[in-house]
């Protein structure tokens, strides 16, 4: 057991905790919750500027109810850990490029490539926070293109 991680729940099971309690202590106590620096604007932003790499992707997204998010990630992490440079709320490229500005000049003139959609908002944000870097088009969008437009000729062609 000590090797593999438990939830809460399982520690009840083992040990006759009262897991509720254990939830609240870890997260109030022993997790440093109250003493992390990024506490304060957690809602609206999160920012890892130690995870920037040389090869980075911009994109939105929305998880849940509408809520709009900009998440910028390191490509060469592949989903693992560092892969977060930072979670914004919203879209706006004035919001996003106030929050990008904090990481070091030096560190975003390290990047050398931005895949990201083709909105305007996105390509701004690449240019003003990341001058160095290319722009690579995701290739998501390049096929719903392709795919749109043969749609479109077969719909004609009928």
């Not at 593999?4 to 309690?21: E, G, Q």
């Not at 609206?44 to 910028?72: M, Q, R």
């Not at 004035?94 to 500005?101: H, N, P, R, T």
Request: net charge positive; aromatic share 6%.
């Amino acid at each position: 057991m000590e090797n593999s991680p438990v939830t809460c729940r399982m520690l009840n099971k083992f040990y006759h905790i009262n897991t509720n309690t254990f939830e609240k202590q870890y997260k109030h106590i022993l997790s440093g919750y109250k003493e992390w620096e990024q506490l304060e604007h957690s809602e609206d932003w999160l920012l890892f500027p130690n995870n920037i790499g040389e090869s980075i992707c911009i994109d939105e997204t929305a998880p849940s109810k509408g809520e709009l998010y900009t998440i910028v990630t390191n490509r060469v992490s592949k989903g693992l850990k560092g892969t977060i440079i930072a979670i914004i709320q919203g879209v706006s490229s004035e919001k996003v490029i106030s929050v990008l500005k904090n990481i070091d000049e030096e560190k975003r003139n390290m990047v050398k490539e931005i895949t990201m959609d083709m909105s305007n908002s996105m390509r701004t944000i690449a240019k003003r926070c990341f001058p160095k870097a290319i722009h690579t088009i995701d290739r998501f969008h390049i096929q719903k293109l392709a795919c749109d437009a043969i749609q479109e000729m077969r719909i004609a062609h009928r």
